[in-house]
């Protein structure tokens, strides 16, 4: 019996790593739950049951002055405000959460909620524009095997936030120097628990022991293999690493939510005449007041934002991709994938696309009630730099839609380098309207049936050329 592909433990060339990151609903129904303090939320947010203090996060209805601040002390420790968007966390006592859901400022509060996604040498490369191309960029119709490069676009002078675990110290041998926005990098650090606090940890954004973030980074610009160069969906974009993500891989809502704020307050200054995208391949169970509003504050600044769908599966998807204005990306696979050792570099994905070449991978995240999934890309292994020790070179095939997400991200950047005014509601039924539906279905990947249903889908699958045709 031939092996299920998502069971493998080698491959070819390169060490394999399935690594699972990351999952939209009506404001009435997010209203609601966002009201309920069970102890099924505790749980969810990644908060265990036990007495003790916790941190949590509050969305206030009227603007953060001294009055309600002094009255929230009583209450327990204030930890951080967010003027921006009437926003604060807070270090309490467990059981004084429900007493502060009821203060008639605060529209809602929750425990801090969980969030998952894991030396300096330059390289002579400026972009990977003309690299080599690998299959995921060749479905998406970004490259070809035997031409290279086949869109005019390559993402100059869009900048890209990638909110997660930073980049590895040697990133300057994967990347081009001056594609990584270094005077913008960013880190944030702390939040959840028992703490609550969240830090700025100058210069950590390059010194990531979990190279979740570097892989993300690498779909998007591309890589150095060696001599060898490899095509991203963007290689011109200028990537601005936000780690808000620790070093395994895992983090809070609280931070994630300073990241977006920080990316959305350079938006509206010195990158203001520029168009700006996130990508956020990371997610949680549940919906945070405070990321939810910091989400909200940046889409109004301009800010365009692509999530991960999550891997939780027939479980539903993750947020913050779950939320209405996100756009969410399910993961692909192509059905050809270990045809024969080459496959991922030298493999031609047909064309005209076609969706009988795809499949939906079984971890992707279905959209349950009250959730929103837009479109699907290629996720199931996808070749980058993966370090899995410090400061030596390695790469490794990933699967999920942490990896699904940064083609998304790639794609639109390509659209605002079209359209720089583009808006992120353009963006998503520009998307939406262009992908190719999958629907329900069903195909055999090395001798294994893989099964999806109408949920899995979004959409469907979409590929920068019908992306960047529907941009106008």
Known sequence: MKKNPF?????????????????KEPASDQDAKMKTNSSSELMASGVTKTNGNIGINVLLNTAVDNAVLNDLKQYG????????????????????????????????????????????????????????????????????????????????????????????????????????????????????GENGNVSEQPNKWEHDQNSHGGHVTSIILGFQLGAASFNGVAPKSNIIPVKVLNQNGSGWSSVVAQGILYIANLKSTVLKNSPVVINMSLGGSVLDAMERAAIDFAVRQGVIIVAAAGNSGDAGMSYPGAYAPVISVAAAGWVAEFATPTWWFAGNVPDPTNVDDFYIAPFSGRQLAGQDLDVAAPGAWVVGPYQVNSGHLSYFFVSGTSQASPHVAGIVALMAQKKPGLTASEAESTLVSAAIPLGAGSRVVEGETITWGANATGSGFITANAALNATN
């Open 7 to 23: 069971t493998r433990l080698a491959l070819f060339l390169l060490p394999i790593l399935l690594v699972a990151s990351c999952q």
């Open 77 to 192: 420790t204030i930890l951080k405000v967010l003027p921006e968007i009437k926003a604060l966390t807070m270090r309490i006592e467990r059981e004084k959460l429900s007493t502060i859901k009821n203060l008639k400022y605060v529209s809602y509060a929750n425990p801090d909620a969980e969030r998952k996604g894991a030396p300096i040498d330059p390289i002579a490369a400026t972009s990977f524009t003309n690299g080599l191309s690998t299959w995921n960029l060749d479905a998406i119709n970004v490259t070809e095997p035997a031409t290279g490069r086949t869109i005019t676009q390559d993402g100059t002078g869009v900048y890209i936030g990638v909110l997660d675990s930073g980049l590895p110290d040697s990133w300057r041998q994967y990347f081009p120097q001056e594609r990584i926005v270094t005077q913008y990098a960013k880190s944030f650090g702390g939040g959840g």
